[in-house]
């Protein structure tokens, strides 16, 4: 039966319709989604085509019933010329054409349906597409190309679901995405348009352009005051912000920042943050916004000069100067300025906007700000951590924070510090502070918690350090400090027994024994813890306070005595083993567990038995010191821990990788000390091997766990998760070895490694820092 021939007008007349394998209908329809990029600009023609008058239509936004303009001049260097009708194929600036899918429907290649296919051409200026590449062909969009334009490259993710491969340019309002069904077509592409941005010279923002104008007329007070009244964009602003204040690139996604929070493109967190500074005015408590916005700036740091800005144009004749809003952008830029330092345009323009509030406001509280901005600016460099919120509070009252640092065997010390103080110089205080400044060892600050212990370099901000024991204090549930102790020993012999630094001896060579670096016998063991009793509580008595035997003997030794569990037989046969996995999870598995349960109780009962017995056994010994005095229990304990050859060495647990074929890496203690570097077994007292540093030729970080030690005659590797500090403290002990050796006839310059012995400090390890890695290889004079 034939349809009516209104029913055929209806079918035929749809949104588009397909004739001959060709698509029409949609594609006006994407044209006029695309007017809006090509109604931007307007191009007058006066007289011949030689000259062109430019008139820029502002894009608006409406907001709460008024319109807000805002200027967009980054187009400007870039505008097209509107083509005419004429062939496609015989355009003579084109650069690369071709046929590209504009978009993939489905998700997943389908042979049935064919993708829609376009016309691509890329010409200096832009790229556009057409429906076809016949002569009179329509243009149905274009995409200007600045300097801000940027292009991703084809990803193998996205030909596996689609099975094409794609390349995406982003532009000021949209976003081409093109397909291929080829790679090196595709590759093809994203190199053209890449050569097409890079040959676009650099956009310029208005609020860059008055920053030149400001510095350029810093001497004329009338051009300034001009300058501001004309142009608002320099000054405080109640309204939003829909674009930001200095150029990015368009659809620049950071997917690096480090922690769980996710970021959109640079443009759009520009804006938010100063939606962020807007609600900062209104705020009782302000800390925990500065502390995100700061956040923000350390995991995108391209966003440091806009945030600068920003606070720039805020604080530049605000509606209420030195009110609480307006004390809060200070307080904010306080911040920021002991944190991140900005670029050298931003930094000129922000020293001069410090001056300029100064000068119009003096005694007040803004000028107090910007005199402790000031200040700041000249001392920040890049800080590894946010400020913490005690820290934020600190610096919004422009006060000092106070550190403590405890040291073994002495009380804590309280050291006034600022955002810039670094480990050198607290560690410089106390050496000075504590009456260390002639000893020949040396000193470092250390961060201690329950599962860790390492060096804090020279160089390290201490704000930095706080800030992170802080936040693992929090996570581990245990206390998180800071230590003042021994770096490297140079001399421990000619140390006086009535000085502190005797005292700090004795406890790190207690902290030794206690972690079993000290290999002697059990006899001598409970002989030490004795002595321990005996420098703390004097003479025996029942009255006495008892550490816990953890606190006075090594926890290892007793657990050797406990017989190694022994795991439970595997089965035999395929069909054992089936039946226990079906047991398993049965009443049987139930019966497992709990023979378990009872012989980890049984095996903790007989701890419990011998920390009994060795406490008795340390008690007794005790008795015996009847009469002793500390000092003399503190030296008696330190010369038998000096009886074994390694004392004054700094161990590492490492695992040499053994040179023949087959052989698996053998556990080893590399012990590191002022004048050799020795091998030991863990608990021998004896070492396998020492090297001299005459012999040491060259050392060095092979990768990220493997440290390379080279003698004359053969190398040694080692895996260990330590290569930082054991290159650092094999790097400082050659600074100080050259720094007391005396010097030779003709003997040559100091290297990179052999650095000038008038520039180390004394009592303290090198400027470096052992966090510092050293350079590759280090080598070493005879």
């Known amino acids: 039966m034939p349809f009516p021939g209104g029913l055929w007008w209806l079918l035929c007349c749809r949104q588009g319709f397909t004739l001959l394998r060709r698509d029409y209908g949609d594609g006006d329809r994407e044209a006029d989604g695309e007017a809006e990029e090509e109604a931007s600009f307007e191009l007058r023609a006066q007289g011949d085509q030689a000259s062109l008058e430019v008139s820029l239509s502002q894009p608006t936004r409406t907001s709460s019933g008024s319109e807000r303009s805002l200027l967009v001049s980054e187009e400007m260097r870039s505008l097209i010329v509107e083509k005419g009708p004429g062939p496609v194929e015989e355009d003579p600036d084109a650069l690369v054409k071709g046929w590209l899918q504009r978009e993939v429907r489905g998700g997943v290649k389908t042979p049935w349906i064919r993708p829609r296919k376009y016309w691509f051409v890329l010409t200096p200026d832009s790229l556009d597409y057409y429906s076809s590449n016949e002569k009179g062909a329509k243009r149905l969009g274009s995409l200007v190309l600045t300097s801000l334009c940027s292009v991703l490259w084809p990803d193998k993710q996205t030909y596996k679901e689609t099975g094409y491969w794609s390349v995406t340019v982003f ?8 397909y291929s069904e080829h790679l090196n077509e595709a590759v093809r592409w994203v190199c053209a348009v890449q050569k097409v941005i890079d040959s676009k010279a650099p956009v310029q923002t208005p609020t860059q352009l008055l920053m030149r104008d400001v510095e350029e007329h810093c ?13 608002p964009i320099l000054r405080y602003t109640s309204s ?12 620049s996604l950071d997917q690096s920042a480090p922690g769980p929070r996710s970021y959109t493109t640079l443009r759009d967190e520009a804006v938010k943050l100063f939606n962020s500074l807007q609600q900062l005015e209104s705020q009782r408590d302000p800390v925990p916004l500065i502390q ?25 004749e605000p509606p209420a100067p030195g009110g609480p809003g307006d004390l809060h952008y200070w307080q904010l830029l306080t911040c920021m300025s002991c944190t991140f330092l900005p670029s050298p345009p931003v930094l000129r323009f922000l020293r001069f906007h410090l001056d300029r509030t100064e000068s119009r406001f003096p005694a007040s509280e803004m000028a107090k700000y910007a005199c402790f901005i000031r200040e700041a600016l000249g001392k920040t460099r890049g800080r590894e951590c946010v400020p913490s919120l005690e ?9 000092e924070m106070v550190c403590t640092v405890h040291c073994p065997g002495a009380a804590a010390c309280s050291v006034a510090i600022s955002s810039h103080t670094t480990a050198e110089e607290v560690a410089r205080e106390l050496v000075s502070r504590l009456g260390l400044s002639q000893s020949p060892n040396l000193f470092a600050l250390y961060e201690q918690s329950r599962l860790r212990e390492q060096p804090v370099g020279s160089s390290t901000l201490l704000a930095d350090v706080l800030t992170s024991l802080a936040g693992e204090e929090r996570e581990q549930d245990a206390p998180c400090r800071l230590c003042f102790k021994h770096y490297g020993f140079l001399d421990t012999d000619n140390v006086p027994r009535d000085s502190l630094e005797f005292a700090l001896l004795f406890e790190q060579a207690h902290e030794m024994v206690l972690r079993g670096y000290v290999p002697t016998s059990e006899e001598t063991l409970q002989t030490l813890a004795a002595l321990r009793l005996q420098s703390l509580n004097s003479d025996f008595s029942t009255h006495a306070p008892f550490p816990r035997l953890e606190e006075l003997f090594p926890p290892h030794v007793l657990h050797a005595r406990l017989p190694a569990p022994r795991p439970d037989p595997p ?6 083993r089936l039946r226990a996995g079906l047991l398993a999870g049965g009443l049987w598995g139930h019966s497992l567990a709990k023979q378990r349960a009872e012989r980890d109780q049984r095996l903790r009962g007989r701890l419990r038995e011998e920390g009994a017995s060795t406490m008795a056994a340390i008690v007794e010994k005790w ?6 005095g500390r000092p003399e229990a503190m030296a008696a304990y330190v010369a038998l821990v000096r009886e074994w050859p390694g004392f004054g060495s700094t161990l590492f647990d490492v695992d040499l990788r053994a040179s023949p074929v087959g052989a698996g890496p053998q556990r080893l203690w590399l012990g590191i000390g002022a004048k050799a570097v020795s091998l030991y077994r863990p608990g021998e007292p004896e070492p396998l091997d020492s090297f001299c540093y005459g012999r040491i030729s060259s050392f060095g970080a092979s990768d990220s766990s493997t440290f390379r030690l080279s003698m004359e005659d053969r190398d040694l590797l080692f895996e260990t998760s330590q290569v930082d500090e054991i290159a650092q403290l094999l790097t400082t002990y050659l600074a100080s070895t050259a720094a007391r050796r005396p010097p030779r006839p003709q003997e040559p310059a100091p ?20 966090w510092q890695r050293p350079p590759p290889t280090g080598s070493f004079g005879s």
Request: one cysteine or more; aromatic letters at 6%; a positive charge.
């Open 171 to 178: 532009g000021r309002k949209h976003c081409y995405r093109l």
């Open 219 to 231: 001497g004329s007070p009338e051009v300034l005051e001009q300058i501001y009244r004309c142009n």
């Open 240 to 251: 939003p912000l829909y674009a930001p204040l200095l150029p990015f690139p368009y659809g």
């Open 292 to 316: 995100g916005i700061l956040q923000t700036c350390l995991d995108l740091p391209p966003l440091v000069d806009e945030i600068y800005c920003q606070l720039v144009k805020q604080t530049t």
């Open 391 to 399: 820290e934020i509070l600190v610096l919004m009252r422009r006060q």
């Open 571 to 576: 089965p035999k046969c395929r069909g054992a």
């Open 623 to 628: 008795k015996l010191l009847q009469g002793m």
């Open 751 to 770: 290297g990179p490694l052999d650095p000038d012995p008038a520039a180390l400090p004394r009592g303290l390890c090198p400027v470096a820092g052992p």
